[in-house]
């Protein structure tokens, strides 16, 4: 996560405003998860395994999943990219 995203969590879900945002955005359940994931800094494959785990699924199919997501944030700069 980029230190400069604002966001927050609570009754009403998780909602990011990245730099590069003019809205917030509001992330749906699995989006959300997947912010709370990148708390700390994370490798694709190991944040597809661990999602992989979680849902019995493969890390192969999920990691395909993450990548327009990821590069959403990361072209917004919700995400840094190392």
């Known amino acids: 996560r980029s230190p400069a995203t604002l966001w927050s969590t609570g ?20 989006a959300a998860l997947v912010w709370g994931a990148l708390a700390d800094p994370v490798t694709v494959d190991d944040l597809a395994a661990d999602l992989a785990h979680a849902f019995d ?17 990361i072209a917004s700069g919700a995400v840094e990219a190392r």
């Open 11 to 30: 009754p009403f879900g998780t909602v990011l405003l990245a730099p590069g945002d003019a809205e917030p955005q509001a992330l749906e359940a699995t």
């Open 57 to 73: 699924a493969d890390p192969t199919a999920i990691a395909a999943d993450l990548a327009p997501l990821l590069d959403t944030w």
